[in-house]
DNA sequence: TTGAAAGCGTTACCAA
DNA sequence: TTGGTAACGCTTTCAA
């Protein structure tokens, strides 16, 4: 292994000072052409390659960003995950990844245990803490942009799915198909998200003049069993309803395979409509009816928002806003 | 904002010198009660934080390791990618990620440029440079562990999945379900496990002396086009094999898409069988034959050597061996 | 265009 | 048990 080279070992090598070598890799042109070339030369002679870390602590910038999902095993975050560092890698940025389990404490430890960490910004997608935390936390640090939620503070970005306008399509979709009772699989109640889509479907709900008991909308996580016992909940106290808006996919194949094993057909006898428009909704059996969601444009956009935040960490940028599309399948 | 809160002003706080802060914040045990006490009053006060990259600067280590895959959203890694995160948390590691698209230039790039990331560790999943290159950046380089790859080098782990034993698991069960004539979709070429797999297969087909050509092994991008277009191909070349062998499960379920679309009934006139079992492997319909790997178990595990590693850099580990079982659903 | 000196925030080493 | 001083490897500031 032997000891780093440093900037130090290249001055040596090259005839001049640190400072010299230092501009040289940095690309500053306060240099002439023939030292630039020598010390070119024995940077790559040495294989000096520059201490990020070193760097870091000298510029105060560590060219690191945080990114915090609840589950990267949720297979809406992969393709956001993707966004992300390839927008991040454009701009030579390294990418630290964070599970929040959806728990709102957890993700208090990780947002506190990054402010010693060297990260210059963070990307907090699925947050579960609530406005106030956000917000104090959002003063005490560096840029930030959030996913589905309104924080109206400089430093702050935000990124927002149009969950509202996704939920009124899925259930005018449903309506159309003529069903009239409607039932909601609402996900995980601290979520911004959640609060969003369960916002579109009462107003559609209402709009139609539809009955709607509070009954019909049942919270549960964002899995597969999460919506599989979402839709038996309902079955059995709701056997009226014969379809249902689902959070997300995940829930709502859940719920596809409750039905099928409780011996409905679908879309026959029962009609499910997800939300995100994850890659498989189109390789089960039934297609999976769906809101679109482009995520990998969530990721890509949310951190070219964040980068221009850390080139300018008290601007208010505007509201990153990414559309929805309804996808008919064979499920409704 | 405000400027950084330091250790030299918990220092003057708490009336002692920087080093006994240090020591305080670092539970060594040489400091009387009182004074540490008195420090992490101070610490409180003050909403002290160390810098980690200070830190990392002073005891050239940065709890950071670098994971590097192929892509985030293929669903094989997100799992694995979770097993790590879990198994670096529990030790206070940060987890970079970085995917390298199957390509071996951007790999080099990645690896090139770790050497002046602040990593301590490098986890290399799906790697696709050739032996030569992965010793002589192990050689020059810190601790590393590698999947499915035999490198036998001090400070080199090694992560194994039985891809053997499964692809001959995979065959048989196709033979014994009465198949003659069996394909193999091969995937990336330069992938370890796919030699691995396709060794497997060569060898149960030969062992039961069954007729194998070498274009009935075809290579292809893991994904779900790669299957259906190697499916596809093997159907107009080769119309007389009944079975495939899939290198992972995405690629198989471009596969039975094939035959489904091409009119084929599966598994009635066509079988599948793939790789990894992936969550929606139990979903699809039919549901996915496969090969099961842990792959949560396959990242933790990676991970948990690399940790060692880090203690002890110049150790030989014992190769981490992963075993695979088959799963059997409706696809063969 | 170049160089010297002073940080950046921490830990390591040695002396008190 | 404590504190002083010197790293760690780089950039910034200022002077030449």
Redesign the pocket.
């Known amino acids: 292994m032997g000891r780093?080279v440093?900037?130090?070992d290249v001055a040596r090598a090259a005839g001049?000072?640190?400072?010299?070598v230092?501009?040289a890799?940095?690309n500053k042109?306060?240099?002439?052409p023939?030292?630039?070339e020598r010390v070119m030369n024995a940077v790559q002679q040495l294989g000096?390659r520059?201490?990020w870390v070193?760097?870091g602590?000298?510029?105060?910038r560590t060219h690191t960003i945080g990114l915090v999902v609840p589950d990267i095993t949720n297979p809406f975050f992969p393709e956001v995950a993707r966004g992300v560092q390839d927008a991040a890698r454009a701009a030579e940025y390294n990418v630290f990844l964070y599970n929040t389990d959806e728990s709102a404490e957890r993700e208090h430890q990780i947002l506190y245990s990054l402010a010693s960490q060297p990260v210059d910004g963070i990307l907090l997608f699925g947050s579960r803490i609530d406005d106030s935390d956000l917000t104090t936390f959002a003063e005490s640090y560096r840029p930030l942009v959030v996913l589905n939620r309104r924080i109206g503070h400089p430093g702050v970005g935000m990124v927002l799915v149009d969950n509202y306008a996704g939920a009124r399509l899925a259930v005018e979709h449903l309506i159309n198909r003529g069903h009239r009772h409607i039932g909601m699989l609402a996900g995980p109640l601290a979520s911004p998200s959640s609060i969003q889509r369960v916002g579109g479907f009462r107003a559609a709900i209402e709009q139609h003049q539809l009955p709607l008991q509070d009954s019909c909308i049942v919270p549960g996580p964002p899995t597969l069993d999460g919506g599989r016992e979402g839709a038996e909940q309902l079955l059995y106290h709701h056997p009226e309803i014969t379809a249902l808006f689902a959070y997300n996919d995940v829930m709502a194949l859940g719920a596809v395979q409750a039905y099928i094993e409780s011996g409905y057909r679908v879309p026959d006898e029962r009609a499910v409509v997800g939300f995100d428009d994850i890659w498989i909704a189109e390789l089960v059996h039934p297609g999976l009816t769906t809101i679109r969601v482009n995520k990998y444009e969530v990721g890509y956009r949310a951190a070219q928002c964040l980068l221009a935040l850390m080139e300018d960490p008290m601007q208010c940028p505007p509201a990153v806003e990414i559309g929805v599309e309804l996808i008919i399948r064979e499920s409704t």
Chains 1, 2 share one sequence.
């Open positions: 780093r440093t900037i130090e001049v000072s640190r400072q010299t230092s501009r890799i940095n042109r306060e240099i002439s023939i030292t630039l000096y520059p201490s070193a760097r602590l000298a510029t105060q």
